[in-house]
């Protein structure tokens, strides 16, 4: 278990990151025909990846329902820096993990059909598109979690440049270059951190998370860092004025990027400022708090309304993302532990029903080669098992009770009602505009007469896009009726996350850079027993 | 007489040089530079590295500049084809920029003063050694410039080889390669 | 290099003694050749002028002499005049390096003898025949006749490619001898065997190059008279012509001469170890006997083999020769690694 | 005995030279010339030094010099006469497709 | 049997279940049994259930059943169900009036296609409706509340291949939604200050500590007040009141059915039962309270209005509904709560009683339910007929049937708390539905068939399996009001004395005996006063010919009622055409040129400026060579002379 390959062959985070990069490698030697072998590959390695997921879980899962913080073996990898291999997951990034892991089954389900060619790229690009996904959930070091976050990048900006729409070039480079601005700065605020940290500790350099988080900067400093870092991830959220890239991505990304991308690797975006932004910056995060409410609001407001109006079904999805997000990050902003557990349940349920809208305008997509809504109507009568699918996930999707969303959302804005009063009670209207754009949704598209002839002969979904749609309306029905199972994991965590950046935010504010003592012996044994 | 044979050879390796630069003919101009590189070996030798001198010649003149001159001829380069005057501007910043660099140099050595030669040790113009060092020391080095070598056989045979069949080059766009099935082609292949 | 005069002198006289030897070259080998060219064709050659034709070629040498020297009009007249000049050049310098017998005692200082003791004496021969090329490449050139054109490019191709394996032939030979210097070839070969016996290979490609580097048949492309009408020699006449003339040969002799030296033991004669005079009188005739017994090849492999064709000649050259030659390069070298030679 | 100032004098001078050349020739093969040119002065310049340093160093960056030069003068010919077929010319003032 | 309590929402659940993921499948006759079995078997552990609660003894006079945790931690609701007076009331009306609806269903949409889906629509609608009468807390109320709007959604657009009843559901859900806001608003403000859902604990609390939801402001109101609006706004989306009542009319897109149990028996209602179940937090908020009762007693006289000019016998029907739960708002922002859940319960039987009877009527005319079309039916229908004119009458308070009981009542507290103005409303409303009512009565069941001759020829009386839930809501709005005879007339007003123990300010001021009588019989004459006037108006062979006169002589009025007062228009240009505009601004300016416009700003200044530089780019080498040159040299000068 000492080195890598040693790490790959245990039941670790490891393999849990890297099998999907190794089960790609062989993908490279399929001629771009073998579609139907490739296919039936990726799913099989999916499905492992899978199996390889849960087994994690089930080793790591406290029996109260807990996880705890677990790492695997910290390998030294740019020694001269203190850069090391250092993953670790705990009630944060397990549930994403599992998430991200979830997903790609079912979009490789999704993407039988519509895709049509370089299926062997295709499915090595989803990949290593998750390869970079979860590393960047679960990299404990700054460095090594700056690096799976571009790494993020490539996979998507192929997924979207090669098999995307009309103007796909236009949207890789759009998705591309946002993220990839926002990034950098991140990158230079993380040397900057490291930087700091050494010059504090005697020369010796380290971008561990812990290490950083012992930092404790004056202001006007973490003012700055904190920009760099929220910008980063406000982009990837996307919050309100970043968020032109994303209905573009969509739009012309094939459907199965649309599900990572609106399933998983948004969620980048909230959980940086969870993971990252806000503990690491408490002071800066409490002056911008401000801001970044007024955008997190205008969000989901914005988003609503603009995805009302659309004429095109995915953008209508797209432009609803950003409204859900949104909520996350309202959640996430009011610093209230309701509010943070709704937050990062809301995280997995936008990834499940927006994840499971994308599948099902794909499915229309591949029929019929639109998304305008111009093009459909009355589809109930012909398609009754879509229809069925993508009420439930529209709905889902609404926030009504007994589904998923609903569980996220009354706890995002319970909690931070709680602690921030009136602009809760504005988003909350957010609800209602839900309702408004994806029940125009639903209207338009399966409910009225037929209009159009095309649409009289279309066949309704197949056994495999069921198998692709059924998990994932189970598991919102299962949220929706029960979410203890799904809040307990991360409710210890985020407690005591949140203590700690309460704590933090109340000191007050330095002249000087310092560093906080390293963890005091009583805290060691406390996760020595929680190991 | 070590004097007279650098200043003789010195003047040559200059006149030769210009002529190199100045002359039109590109015969011409690839000739006088194997009288430059011949001083140049000759300069060599009298610094103490007569391996290098026949390097010189053997490498430089034997293959280099035969290899020039085999182009020049190979694509029948004129006077008339081979630029037909020069770029002025070029010319009036290249000039004032060649002698101030040579100025530049000669200040240098104005102020340095002119030492004289160390003395030549015999471990210096030791074939021996200058293997040694070669095999041990530069091995690595060595190695690499054998590789680069072999790229530049290949990659020259590539940029070079036509195409079978009038099939477009490699290299090149196929409107552009109209035209030129008219040379021979075995020279094409050597 | 504080070299007194009884140096210069005696390099003086050295050089004398090899430019007598090769000046003759071209003028017996006029007639050699084409006594031998006429007996192999069974018929007699050149026999009116002298006895057996002996004069002939003094009477070639006058007419050489007297005739008009032709300059074309569009020749490029500075090159075309200096073409036969450069031809010249390395073929007399190439003797230099060449030893003739063992060191002499004269006056209680040691001769070596040969006429340019240095170093590196392989290189240097090396370097100066691959300047050869620059002659003919010139003369081709210069005359702006597309025959002679052809024939330079042809030429310098050609030697060019065998020049590879020329050299690497002979730097099998160094590997066990561990000196450029050719006298020390000499005396290893004295002191152990020829080298013909353990690198046949080696001798075999050299001779073949050496053919090539000579533009001599079978690969005389460059002249092919009935392609070429006389290749890049086409347009000079006259002492110009001789000037290439009297090159081919002095070069041939100067390769004979190398070859000799490097696979024949040179001035040597197995089991023979004669000093002072006596030496080296029998060493300068031993060495002229084996060049001479090596020309006769030379005469007799042109007028029996038929020529070959460009491309053949090219993949002769490097598909066969070239690795040949490296393969005798390892063979020799790991032969002198596990000690045999 | 001659100075090494002479000897590196002597190079700059050939340098200059080479430098004019290379840049205000058109003909490709002469600015290639030029080049060669340049390099025999750095060359120059190295084995000057390494005499005065009594150091083989310079005497083997040499070495490598020659080989990369024979590489250059192999890869740049064989390119001009790819770009003689296409465009009937090595005058490189037309060679500007790559112009912005 | 308590402990089964779970079962009553969750059977039909299963029946929802079955039927929904199998229906399509499975023989029709199964799907029936299942249908409606269901909520039989659901009918009938309520009915245990609510036995033994009545015989037994229970702490806080409530039994409770937690199921399971839903969330824990600092947000600790479980899912938990709580059987008291309140809810037992509730829970009858519920499964009972469901049951028969349920049987009527079956005969009703026998031929309909979406048969399996209609019924598991409608069993996961009473699922639905339990959880939310049953729940413990309002979150659970609030996934009941959620899921019946979901079902009403599904119902109304339940022939969702014509282009009107998918967009009258969606609007149904869009404008409850926007009550579910205020709703959701006011639990956070619940859940904010007391940290639980749970009615018996926050009740407790408030009913001991007033001072912390008197004196406690949230945004700008007291704590109550503030619960007590945002509630009420849910329930204003919910019971259809001014202003959000427009989707309620157009409800009536659904099944004729579907309008008897959702959007008059029990959904609509929900708003209701919540004010009634939230009463400790409105008795502590006297403003809302009187808000409340202006805005019922508003909603009760414009949709009476209203109604008057219908002409389809549904939209009657709804109006009428609006108007009735306006009359159960007064009720409840006088105070008088029992009143109000008095009223819920006489108005789902008789109600569901007057649409079942219109649906039977629809059924015989093929569909039709224009009742300028109909007349005469009462030969035809004989059933039918009589069973609605019960209905009629109840609604219209005559006595002894139940509407009169209730509503009684409400105009009695009205009269009681000294809102003179709200009675006054409340009698002409109640007027003015006798005369509507019996407008419908005559226009459809008197004078001469209007039809056509093929309509004619295939009337016919319903089959038992309708008629006979007809008859047993009948039987129903003629004794339900006995449970609540007023102490005046000679009851006990059992209901009231029921409902005391959860109403936190019970007391009703006291009024003089001979003055409520004289109230009363005020009432009851204004009631025969509208039938009467109804009579002579429509009563004629052709009931229709003096409107058509009225309509002539005052032109702008009948325009007005008969267009609904221009609502929807309004709303429509008020708030859905900016917003669509505003939207649409966002979309196409704000993101594409003042978003976009910025970063592409950002791009174009990079470009022009490699467009300035490129000049340098001669594509020469030489060029480069030479720019190389300079620059060496300049740094040679920086280390030779610098």
């Not at chain 3, 040969?114 to 170093?119: L, R």
């Not at chain 4, 340049?38 to 340093?53: D, E, F, I, K």
């Not at chain 5, 002409?428 to 093929?454: C, D, N």
């Not at chain 5, 006037?533 to 010919?545: F, K, M």
Request: with cysteine.
């Amino acid at each position: 278990m000492e080195t890598f390959f040693g790490l790959l062959a245990g039941n670790t985070l490891t393999r849990l990151v890297f099998f999907p990069t190794v089960a790609a490698v062989p993908l490279f030697f399929f001629t771009k025909t073998a579609s139907k072998a490739a296919k039936i590959y990726v799913l099989i390695a999916s499905l492992i990846e899978l199996a390889f997921g849960v087994l994690y879980l089930a080793a790591h899962l406290g029996r109260d329902g807990g996880f705890p913080l677990v790492h695997d073996t910290v390998l030294s990898w740019i020694s001269g820096y203190g850069v090391k291999y250092d993953l670790a997951m705990d009630g944060i990034s397990m549930p994403l993990v599992l998430l991200g892991i979830f997903l790609l089954p079912l979009v490789i389900l999704g993407s039988w059909r519509g895709i049509t060619e370089h299926w062997p790229m295709f499915g090595a690009s989803l990949l290593l598109l998750s390869t970079g996904v979860l590393g960047a959930l679960l990299a404990y070091d700054l460095f090594l979690f700056y690096v799976f976050w571009e790494v993020m990048l490539v996979p998507m900006y192929l997924l979207i440049g090669i098999w995307g729409g009309e103007r796909k070039i236009y949207a890789a480079v759009k998705f591309f270059l946002f993220t990839m601005a926002g990034s950098l700065l991140m990158l230079v605020a993380i040397l900057w951190m490291a930087w700091t940290f050494q010059r504090l500790n005697g020369g010796v350099w380290s971008f561990a998370y812990d290490d950083l988080l012992r930092l404790n900067l004056p202001l006007h400093q973490q003012v700055w860092l904190f920009a760099a870092f929220a910008l980063t991830f406000a982009i990837k959220v996307p919050m309100f004025p970043f968020h032109t890239w994303l209905p573009d991505a969509h739009v012309e990304a094939p459907t199965g990027g649309s599900v990572i991308l609106a399933g998983i690797l948004l969620k980048l975006g909230t959980y940086g400022f969870l993971r990252f932004a806000l503990p690491l910056f408490p002071h800066a995060s409490e002056v911008a708090r401000p801001l970044l409410l007024a955008l997190a609001v205008t969000g989901i407001l914005y988003g609503a309304l603009v995805a009302w109006v659309q004429v095109d079904m995915k953008k209508l999805v797209a432009y609803s993302s950003i409204a859900h997000l949104g909520f996350v990050m309202l959640g996430l902003l009011a610093a209230d532990v309701v509010a943070w557990q709704g937050s990062l349940l809301q995280m997995v349920n936008h990834g499940l029903s927006t994840g499971a809208l994308f599948l099902l305008v794909g499915m229309l997509y591949d029929r019929r080669h639109t998304k305008k809504f111009d093009e459909f109507g009355g589809l109930a009568r012909v398609m009754p098992i879509f229809a069925f699918f993508l009420v439930f996930a529209s709905l889902a999707s609404v926030g009504l009770p007994a589904l998923n969303g609903f569980v996220g959302e009354f706890m995002i804005l319970t909690g931070s009602f709680r602690t921030l009063g009136w602009p809760a009670a504005v988003a909350t209207f957010g609800v209602v505009l839900a309702a408004i754009y994806l029940l125009k949704m639903i209207q338009l598209t399966i409910w009225g007469p037929i209009t159009k002839d095309e649409n009289r002969k279309l066949a309704d979904l197949s056994f495999r896009e069921i198998a692709a749609l059924v998990p994932l309306c189970v598991l919102m029905l299962w949220i929706g009726v029960a979410p203890n199972t799904f809040l307990q994991p991360s409710r210890q965590t985020l407690e005591t996350v949140l203590a700690q950046y309460r704590q933090r935010v109340d000191e007050p504010d330095v002249r000087q850079a310092s560093l906080r003592p390293a963890t005091t012996g009583a805290e060691v044994a406390a996760t020595e027993a929680g190991r | 007489m070590e004097t007279l044979i650098f200043l003789i050879f010195a003047a040559l390796a200059v006149a030769s040089s210009l002529v190199v630069v100045a002359h039109r003919s590109p015969v011409y101009a690839t000739m006088s530079l194997v009288v430059t590189l011949f001083s140049v070996a000759v300069l060599f030798v009298l610094l103490g590295a007569p391996f290098l001198g026949a390097l010189q010649i053997l490498i430089y003149a034997g293959a280099i500049v035969v290899l020039f001159l085999f182009v020049i001829m190979l694509l029948n380069l004129q006077k008339a084809s081979a630029a037909a005057g020069r770029r002025g501007g070029q010319l009036w910043v290249a000039l004032p920029g060649a002698l101030l660099f040579v100025g530049m140099v000669g200040l240098v050595f104005w102020r340095a003063g002119a030492p004289a030669l160390q003395p030549l040790t015999a471990d210096l113009v030791s074939l021996k050694g200058l293997a040694t060092a070669l095999f041990s020391d530069y091995l690595l080095p060595f190695e690499i410039v054998g590789l680069l070598l072999l790229v530049a056989v290949i990659g020259a045979t590539v940029a070079a080889r036509r195409a079978p069949d009038g099939e477009a080059s490699r290299l090149l766009p196929r409107e552009d390669f109209v035209g030129a099935g008219d040379e021979p082609r075995k020279e094409a292949r050597s | 290099m504080n070299s007194g005069s009884p140096e210069i002198i005696a390099t003086l006289v050295k050089y004398a003694v090899m430019f007598g030897v090769f000046i003759n070259v071209a003028p017996i080998m006029n007639w050699v050749e084409r006594r031998a060219c006429a007996y192999i064709q069974d018929r007699p050659g050149p026999n009116r002028v002298g006895p057996l034709g002996l004069f002939q070629p003094l009477a070639d040498a006058a007419k050489f002499m007297f005739k008009e020297d032709v300059t074309p009009a569009a020749a490029d007249k500075l090159l075309y005049l200096m073409a036969p000049v450069l031809a010249l050049l390395p073929a007399f310098t190439t003797f230099v390096i060449v030893p003739f017998g063992p060191d002499l005692t004269v006056g209680g200082r040691t001769i070596p003898l040969v006429v340019a003791p240095v170093d590196t004496g392989v290189l240097l021969f090396l370097a100066l025949s691959s300047l050869a090329v620059y002659s003919l490449v010139l003369a081709g050139y210069a005359s702006n006749n597309k025959f002679s054109l052809l024939g330079g490019i042809r030429a310098s191709a050609q030697l060019i490619s065998y020049e590879l394996a020329l050299t690497l032939s002979v730097l099998a030979v160094l590997l066990p001898v561990n000196s450029f210097r050719l006298s020390d070839i000499v005396a290893w070969q004295q002191a152990h065997v020829w080298n013909v016996i353990p690198q046949i290979l080696g001798f075999f490609v050299f001779l073949v190059a050496s053919f090539a580097e000579t533009n001599r048949l079978p690969f005389d492309l460059p002249e092919a008279e009935s392609e070429l009408i006389a290749g890049f020699h086409t347009e000079y006449s006259a002492m110009r012509f001789a000037a290439f003339f009297q090159a081919e040969y002095t070069n041939m002799a100067a390769l004979a001469a190398l070859g000799v030296t490097l696979f024949f033991g040179g001035w040597s004669l197995p089991g023979v170890h004669l000093t002072g005079w006596l030496g080296a009188i029998v060493g300068l005739v031993t060495l002229v006997a084996k060049i001479g017994v090596c020309m006769a090849v030379f005469v007799w492999v042109r007028w029996t083999f038929p020529r070959f064709r460009y491309d053949q000649l090219m993949r002769l050259g490097w598909k066969v020769l070239l690795p040949l030659s490296i393969l005798n390069l390892i063979l020799v070298a790991a032969m002198t690694l596990a000690g045999w030679l | 005995m001659v100075p090494i100032s002479w000897y590196l004098m002597l190079a700059a001078l050939l340098f200059a030279i080479g430098t004019i050349g290379a840049l205000t020739r058109r003909n490709g093969i002469s600015i290639f010339l030029s080049i060669e040119l340049m390099l025999n002065a750095a060359n120059l310049t190295l084995v000057a030094y390494s005499r005065q340093m009594g150091d083989r160093t310079g005497q083997l960056i040499v070495f490598f010099v020659m080989a990369v030069a024979a590489a250059e003068a192999a890869v740049g010919l064989a390119l001009f006469i790819a770009v003689f077929r296409s465009r009937r010319t090595i005058d490189v003032n037309r060679l500007n497709l790559m112009r912005w | 049997m308590l402990e089964l309590l779970w079962l009553i929402p969750i059977l039909p659940l299963a029946g929802a279940a079955v039927n929904g993921l199998l229906g399509r499948r499975l023989p029709k006759a199964l799907v029936t049994a299942v249908g409606v079995g269901a909520p039989l078997l659901s009918l009938l552990v309520a009915l245990g259930c609510l036995w033994e609660y009545a015989h037994g003894q229970f702490p806080n006079d409530a039994y409770d059943q937690v199921l399971y945790a839903w969330t824990t931690g600092d947000l600790s609701i479980p899912v938990a169900f709580l059987l008291d007076r309140l809810s037992a009331v509730m829970l009858f009306i519920v499964t009972f009036v469901g049951f028969w609806i349920h049987v009527y269903s079956a005969g009703y949409m026998a031929h309909e296609e979406g048969y399996s889906r209609y019924f598991a629509y409608l069993n996961l609608f009473m699922s639905a409706m339990l959880m939310l009468v049953l729940g413990n807390n309002y979150l659970v109320m609030f996934v009941g509340w959620e899921g019946v709007g979901l079902c009403s959604y599904l119902l109304i657009g339940f022939y969702y291949d014509q282009p009107f009843p998918p967009y009258a559901g969606k609007k149904a859900f869009i404008v409850n939604r926007v009550g579910d806001f205020a709703f959701l608003v006011g639990m956070f403000a619940l859940f904010a200050n007391f940290g639980t859902l749970n009615y018996h604990d926050l009740f407790t609390t408030i009913a001991t500590q007033p001072g912390l939801v008197t004196d406690h402001y949230t945004m700008g109101l007291p704590l109550a007040s503030f619960v007590a609006l945002c509630f009420f706004v849910g329930a204003m989306g919910k019971s259809a009141q001014i202003p959000l009542y427009v989707w309620l009319p157009d409800a009536m897109a659904g099944p004729t059915p579907v309008s008897a149990l959702i959007h008059a028996a029990t959904m609509v209602t929900a708003g209701v039962y919540m004010v009634v179940r939230s009463n400790v937090i409105y008795q502590l908020a006297p403003g809302v309270s009187q808000f409340v009762a202006v805005i019922g007693a508003a909603t009760a006289i414009f949709a009476a209005t209203i109604a008057i000019a219908q002409t389809d016998i549904k939209k009657v029907l709804a109006y009428s509904t609006v108007s009735q739960l306006g009359y159960m708002f007064l009720a409840a922002g006088l105070g008088a709560y029992s009143a109000a859940l008095f009223h819920v319960m006489t108005h789902a039987f008789f109600k569901a009683l007057l649409f079942l009877g219109s649906g039977s009527v629809i059924h015989a005319m093929g569909g039709e339910q224009d009742m300028s079309k109909m007349g005469g039916l009462k030969k035809y229908l004989p059933s039918t007929f009589r069973t609605y004119v019960i209905g009629a009458l109840a609604i219209a308070g005559i006595p002894p049937l139940a509407g009169f009981f209730s509503k009684d009542e409400i105009l009695h507290a009205a009269a009681a708390n000294g809102q003179w103005v709200l009675w006054a409303v409340g009698l002409i409303t109640a007027g003015l539905t006798a005369f509507y009512m019996f407008r419908s009565v005559f226009l459809t069941f008197f004078g001469s068939f209007r039809g056509t001759h093929e309509q004619e020829h295939h009337l016919h009386e319903s089959p038992p399996v309708m008629t006979i839930p007809l008859w047993i809501l009948a039987a129903g709005a003629v004794v339900a009001g006995f449970v609540g005879v007023p102490k005046v007339l000679g009851g006990i007003d059992r209901f009231h004395e029921w409902l005391q123990p959860v109403l936190f300010h019970p007391g009703q001021p006291e009024m003089g005996a001979g003055t409520e009588v004289l109230l009363i019989a005020i009432a009851v004459i204004v009631a025969a006063a509208g039938i009467f006037l109804a009579w002579r108006a429509y009563g004629g062979e052709d009931g229709l010919a003096n409107e058509r006169a009225w309509a002539a002589r005052f032109p702008t009025l009948h325009r007005v009622l008969a267009n609904k007062y221009y609502v929807d228009e309004i709303y429509d240009a008020l708030i859905v055409r900016p917003l669509a505009v505003l939207s649409r601004f966002f979309w196409k300016v704000v993101d594409t040129y003042v978003i976009d416009g910025t970063i592409n700003a950002g791009a174009y200044l990079t470009e022009l400026t490699g467009d300035v530089g490129r000049f340098s780019t001669t594509g020469n080498v030489r060029s480069y060579a030479l720019y190389f040159f300079v620059g060496v040299l300049l740094l040679g000068c920086w280390i030779a002379f610098g």
